[in-house]
């Protein structure tokens, strides 16, 4: 009966152990939730106020004191966007070269960091030092000698000048690459005794281990390309046929001013095609962002 007692006791006193080791966790994880709620607060507002100034008149944009809401909602905003200028020529143009780029970047960034990361050569590590070397220069260096180089090939005011220029960068291969490294060499040795060639085993093998790192590289690339103005500005002339959707907002400022309430509609529009790219991949970009590691080989 003792014995009984005594484990009893213990149990109990264990059971109230374990509630005061586990209170400064709680309190900890409830701080941490709270941090994380307070950011995305703090992130969100921005795109939530413009949300609702896109549906305000146009007088009350900048009214003082700044009020959330607008006197009435201004659904025609959004209808005057695409009648005053070829929004959808402008997203439909972003799409196409976003998509493009994309595609491009992922082909040659997953071929070349299946060179400097799975295969064994002579000098590997430091060619790919040399090439991740080419990030340091800023693209506003680049502009001018990639537009005569355009203007030398004939490609100015085309698709060529707007997706092939930056589509071939280090970036996405010393993303890839750091994936590659936390493979299993074993993996690719055994692909080979079988019988494999590189190629199959880059497509059978090593691209499918890859896929949610393919994508964090493929909504990266995609919202770059979305989003790019300066290079778009320079390599095109003719804006309503070629122009993507940050050279689009510009049709909403004139001589006189800049039409704010249609701006804010467009940039909401803008943001759909991104978030819709996200959310897709959501599962995967989740993923790819654990697993990309440092470790090296």
């Known amino acids: 009966m003792s014995e009984k007692i005594l484990v009893g006791d213990s149990s109990i006193a264990l059971e109230k152990g374990t509630m005061r080791n586990n209170k400064p966790l709680k309190i900890g994880k409830f701080l ?19 949300i609702t100034s896109s549906l305000k008149p146009k007088n009350e944009i900048f009214s003082k004191p700044p009020r959330l809401f ?35 970047v992922l082909t040659v960034s997953s071929l070349s960091a299946y060179a400097f990361g799975i295969l064994r050569w002579r000098g590997r590590d430091g060619t790919m030092l ?71 085993t880059f497509t059978r093998i090593v691209l499918p281990m890859a896929k949610s790192s393919l994508a964090v590289l493929g909504v990266w690339t995609f919202i770059t390309n979305w989003n790019s103005f300066l290079w778009p500005l320079i390599a095109i002339d003719d804006v309503r046929k070629l122009g993507t959707v940050p050279l689009g907002l510009q049709s909403f400022v004139g001589e006189h001013g800049a039409q704010w309430h249609l701006i804010l509609a467009a940039s909401v529009i803008s943001i759909l095609p991104t978030l ?4 897709v991949l959501q599962r995967h970009l989740v993923k790819g962002i654990a697993t990309v590691g440092l470790a090296g080989r």
């Open 32 to 50: 941490a939730e709270f941090c994380l709620a307070f950011l995305a607060v703090c992130y969100i507002f921005p795109i939530f106020f413009a």
């Open 276 to 279: 819709l790219v996200v959310i």
């Open 70 to 104: 607008g006197s009435e909602v201004r659904w025609s905003n959004y209808i005057e966007v695409f009648s005053q200028a070829p929004f959808g020529r402008y997203i439909l143009n972003g799409v196409i070269v976003s998509a493009l780029a994309t595609l491009i």
């Open 130 to 200: 040399l090439y991740l070397s080419t990030m340091m220069i800023p693209q506003e260096v680049l502009v001018i000698p990639m537009f005569l180089l355009m203007q030398k090939l004939g490609w100015i005011n085309t698709w060529q000048a707007l997706i092939l220029p930056f589509a071939f960068g280090a970036f996405g291969t010393f993303l890839l690459r750091q994936f590659f490294l936390n493979l299993p060499y074993a993996i690719v040795e055994a692909s080979r005794i079988d019988g494999c060639s590189h190629w199959k």
